[in-house]
């Protein structure tokens, strides 16, 4: 199955895309096959959540459109670059300077304050931060008082806030958020996933979530869904109803 995200009316070219990806892992009779010629776009300034039940190979997926893991066979292209031909150094610079990364344990530096931890990929990239964007990603987050803190003097719900700030402003072409609410209260998750919201309504930034939480998904402007390493259906303005019902008959 195809899934093109076709369904928003938009012609640019996607800033993620997967063609005919498989992923095996193994030899023999011990082979996993985790993707199963997987095809799939995500549009530019869009919102896309990747579900489907455990071991249905979402976070395989995710790995291998971040240029985290290698595929097997097929090819992924994050805007114009096919990344499975890239080499190593190339693929680390274009990881850099093109891809955000949220995760779920937040991944920040202890030493650092929260504003040192949300420069940090700009300073390593040898580039001057763009103060303008660097104030109006902290106010979409809602940090501006707690920039002088360090992880430990935060909630995990403003580490995670963090982690956002940091994915957004080295305003790379797309974030890949891998379960981003996962250590979260409700109240937390849901500030979060806001802020999320928000970066691709008002900043045009493109997120691609792994999540399991219907909650979480209906937040999204897409989601697709996974079964056995293949993509087998997709929902647009999704709610947390219609997610939860999808992922049951998957599951059934």
């Not at 985790?34 to 959540?49: E, H, I, S």
């Not at 797309?174 to 996933?193: H, M, Q, W, Y």
């Not at 697709?224 to 647009?236: I, K, M, P, S």
């Given at each position: 199955m195809t899934v093109t995200g076709a369904e928003t009316g938009r012609r640019t070219m996607p800033a993620v895309a997967a063609k005919g990806v498989t992923k095996i892992y193994g030899h023999g009779d011990a082979a996993v096959h985790?993707?199963?010629?997987?095809?799939?776009?995500?549009?530019?300034?869009?919102?896309?959540?990747i579900m489907g039940p455990s071991g249905s190979g979402k976070s395989t997926l995710m790995h291998c459109l971040a240029g985290l893991d290698t595929v097997t066979e097929g090819e992924v292209r994050i805007g114009d670059v096919d990344i499975t031909r890239l080499g190593?150094?190339?693929?680390?610079?274009?990881?850099?300077?093109?891809?955000?990364?949220?995760?779920?344990?937040?991944?920040?530096?202890?030493?650092l304050t929260a504003e040192q931890n949300i420069r940090l990929p700009v300073d390593i990239a040898g580039r001057q931060v763009d103060q303008e964007l660097f104030d109006t990603?902290?106010?979409?987050?809602?940090?501006?008082?707690?920039?002088?803190?360090?992880?430990?003097?935060?909630?995990?719900?403003?580490?995670?806030?963090?982690?956002?700030?940091?994915a957004l402003i080295s305003k790379p072409q797309?974030?890949?958020?891998?379960?981003?609410?996962?250590?979260?209260?409700?109240?937390?998750?849901?500030?979060?996933?806001?802020?999320l919201r928000t970066s691709v309504r008002d900043l045009h930034q493109t997120i691609v979530m792994v999540t399991h939480d219907p909650v979480a998904a209906s937040y999204a402007d897409r989601v697709?869904?996974?079964?056995?390493?293949?993509?087998?259906?997709?929902?647009?303005a999704p709610t947390p109803q219609t997610v939860l019902d999808t992922l049951l008959k998957l599951e059934a």
């Open positions: 985790a993707l199963r010629g997987v095809d799939v776009g995500f549009d530019t300034g869009a919102f896309t959540a190593d150094k190339r693929l680390t610079l274009l990881r850099r300077d093109r891809v955000g990364f949220i995760f779920q344990a937040f991944n920040l530096l202890p030493t990603v902290i106010g979409t987050v809602g940090l501006a008082d707690r920039l002088g803190h360090r992880p430990s003097e935060l909630s995990g719900g403003q580490q995670q806030r963090v982690a956002v700030a940091r797309v974030i890949f958020a891998d379960e981003p609410t996962g250590n979260l209260d409700s109240r937390s998750g849901a500030e979060v996933l806001s802020f697709v869904f996974l079964r056995d390493g293949a993509l087998v259906t997709e929902l647009a």
